[in-house]
Structure formats: C-alpha cells, structure tokens
C-alpha cells in the first residue's frame, strides 16, 4: 500500500496554486498597466497582501518598489478583480513581500 501511495504521488500533478505560484519578491522596477497580454494579473486589496507596493519615481531597485512608466516597461500588469496572479497593497512605507 505505501508503494501505491509513493507512486501515486510521483505521478500525480500538483495543485494549481503551488504550481504557478509567482516570486513576487523579483517584481520591482518599471511597472506598465496594460489592458492586454499581461505578464501577470494583480488584484489591489486592503489586507492580506502577497505584495506591499510603493510607488517610487526613480531606482526601483528593492522587491515592491514600482516606477509606473508609459514604455519599456520590466513588467506589463493587468488589475482584475478575480483570478489574479497574485495580489498588491499600496503602502507608504516598508514595501515587499509579506
């Protein structure tokens, strides 16, 4: 019976989530809002953040520094309101994942 389990848990895909989980600590720099062909979807919310986002107007150098820029943009990013990538706060201070 353990070799059954063993086996099926080696074949067996993993869920969705721990699939396509994103390291939101990598997303800072020039951030473009698009409407289309995202490289991910964010959601905004008031709690419970993956990512705490601070606007800066130059060298966003540090995880959840983003410069909002109109061109060659480090990441294109789509705010929905389901199904998102992962999900942002605008914070004023202390910016990254949580």
């Not at 390291?23 to 953040?49: C, L, M, N, W």
Request: charged content about 20%.
């Amino acid at each position: 019976m353990r070799r059954l389990y063993a086996v099926l848990l080696a074949v067996l895909p993993l869920p969705a989530a721990a699939a396509d989980a994103v390291d939101v600590s990598r997303i800072h720099g020039k951030i473009q809002f698009v409407t289309s062909f995202p490289d991910y979807k964010v959601k905004i919310v008031e709690s419970f953040a993956d990512l705490h986002v601070k606007t800066v107007s130059s060298f966003p150098d540090a995880p959840g520094e983003w410069q909002v820029v109109e061109s060659f943009p480090d990441f294109r990013i789509q705010l929905v309101e389901s199904f998102p990538d992962f999900t942002i706060r605008y914070v004023e201070s202390f910016p990254g994942p949580q």
